[in-house]
């Protein structure tokens, strides 16, 4: 991340505060879960499903990998990675902040050459 452009770092985190509000949205249908809920397929897409028990769960791991867990596991994996992404993005927020000090000091070492640089009248 510290070679990363603040561009770059702000797509970071947005990208990582959606995932953060995705998660969050699918912990919160499997704590409401009804027998009628919207089941989310992506980020951006819900179709309607009906929940036939609300012992297990199946927990999406990554790379299209999918694991059963109990409901407890499930939440507890839920929250794990929450908590792994709001790691991430406070150190993301650091970096960033760091990066832009760096910047406005370069901003104001070369304005200050450019003024010696410059004749006088």
Do not use: H, W
């Amino acid at each position: 991340m510290e070679k990363m452009s603040v561009e770059q770092l702000k797509a970071v985190k947005e990208q990582i505060d959606q995932e953060v509000i995705f998660l969050q949205d699918s912990l919160n249908n499997v704590r409401s879960a009804r027998k009628q809920m919207l089941v989310p397929l992506t980020a951006s897409l819900y179709v309607p499903g009906t929940l036939d028990s609300a012992d297990k769960v199946v927990v999406d791991i990554g790379t299209g990998y999918f694991v059963e867990k109990t409901m407890a596991e499930g939440k507890e994996y839920c929250e794990r990675k929450m908590n792994l992404m709001k790691s991430n993005y406070d150190q993301l927020i650091e970096v960033a902040s760091k990066k832009k000090n760096i910047a406005d000091e370069a901003g104001a070492f070369l304005q200050a050459k450019l003024r010696q640089a410059a004749p006088t009248t």
